[in-house]
């Protein structure tokens, strides 16, 4: 869906998606290891356990020696065990935010709420010292990942890193705690996505003549076609991608976004950009399009030929409860940089689906 438009235009089309899948996916951890800054904590431990219950659980204790102002935390996921050089998956948090209830990822937020379940630590603004405990924190049975984006990401060994970084009162910034887990993911090729409704518009001072159909090739694959008219050089563009679900029935009210990515395209023209979704994103429409997103981005003519659309969404099954099933809204908002003007709205796209296991 997003990979059609990397510029769009004034005319609304519909494509719709239904994603059927099977649960068979599941992580099998192995090991963990951890390290902590000895100037602010200490008697830092980690475990992790497989319980009578069938889940693999975590149990960690600390002592903070001194008030924090505040935490900044990065999850990170990466792959394959001897050299893990593939990000798969970062987001960083601020825990004042978080506390405040104005952190909007879905995946942090709910992290923080598994660990407040099951713990004495409630990351509060500031965060006063003392001992903390975890006990039988779940972890969770898969990881971030979209087939088509992430080739060859939802099967295979991977590390899952939390890092900690301790703010003090009148001091910078420093490392505080690391906790990495490893473990083997064996996914389900048989998860897929039918799609089935878009709506698309842009801005016609710098785009024109956009169109766009989709059909069911005869490989299996639903694909995509395009053709645009951009108007005017361009400086760069800067483009968000939006994963929002409706935990009611329908599709009226999306309230809880569960992803949120921002990328600048002179960030992916250098290759100095991490996140893989996005890289993906980019690579697979240059290699069945002339559009190279390069920086600048000159004017002219512009065509996308057979891309594939991806074949199932990102999500992780414990850290987004029940997000694994029903009705979704995808965004892609693109803004442009003309030169010597100010950023400005260029082209918004939101398709609808629903995600389901049958």
């Known amino acids: ?46 475990i992790i356990f497989n319980d009578t219950d069938g889940e693999t659980k975590s149990n960690a204790t600390l002592t903070q020696i001194e008030d924090m102002e505040k935490f900044i935390i990065t999850i990170n996921s990466r792959k394959d065990m001897k050299d893990f050089n593939r990000e798969l998956l970062r987001i960083n948090a601020d825990t004042c ?8 990822n879905a995946i942090v937020r709910n992290v923080f709420r598994d660990i407040r379940e099951v713990s004495n630590l409630k990351f509060s603004c500031p965060q006063p010292k003392g001992e903390f405990y975890i006990s039988e924190l779940i972890l969770p049975g898969s990881i971030p ?26 001091k910078k910034i420093a490392d505080g705690v690391s906790v990495k887990a490893y473990g083997v993911y064996e996914g389900n090729p048989e998860r897929k996505i039918y799609w089935s409704s878009v709506t698309y518009t842009s801005n016609p001072m710098y785009v024109s003549g956009f169109g766009v159909i989709i059909f069911n090739d005869t490989d299996g694959d639903t694909k995509s076609n395009a053709t645009l008219t951009q108007l005017e050089d361009m400086e760069k563009l800067l483009i968000t991608i939006v994963l929002i679900q409706n935990s009611k029935k329908g599709m ?5 976004e569960l992803l949120r990515i921002n990328a600048d395209t002179c960030n992916q023209f250098k290759g100095t950009f991490k996140n893989a979704i996005v890289r993906n994103i980019f690579r697979d429409i240059r290699e069945v399009s002339n559009i190279k997103f390069s920086c ?54 939101k398709a609808y689906g629903v995600f389901t296991y049958e």
């Open 252 to 256: 009226k009210d999306f309230n809880r």
């Open 145 to 170: 990942f979209i087939d088509k984006f992430l080739l060859n990401a939802s099967n295979g060994n991977f590390e899952f890193t939390l890092l900690i970084r301790a703010k003090p009162f009148n």
């Open 1 to 46: 869906m997003f990979r059609l438009c990397s510029f769009l235009t004034v005319k609304q089309i519909k494509l719709k998606k239904i994603a059927e899948g099977n649960q068979g996916a599941k992580i099998y951890w192995s090991s963990v290891t951890y390290t902590s800054n000895p100037t602010y904590f200490s008697d830092f431990s980690v």
């Open 97 to 104: 935010k978080l506390f405040k209830g104005t952190f909007k």
């Open 296 to 349: 600048p981005q000159p004017k002219g003519i512009f065509y996308i030929r057979e891309l594939v659309l991806p074949g199932s969404i990102p999500f992780m099954d414990k850290f987004i409860k029940y997000a694994l099933e029903g009705d979704f809204e995808m965004t892609v908002l693109i803004r442009a940089k003309p030169f010597k003007k100010k950023l400005t709205n260029g082209v918004s796209v």
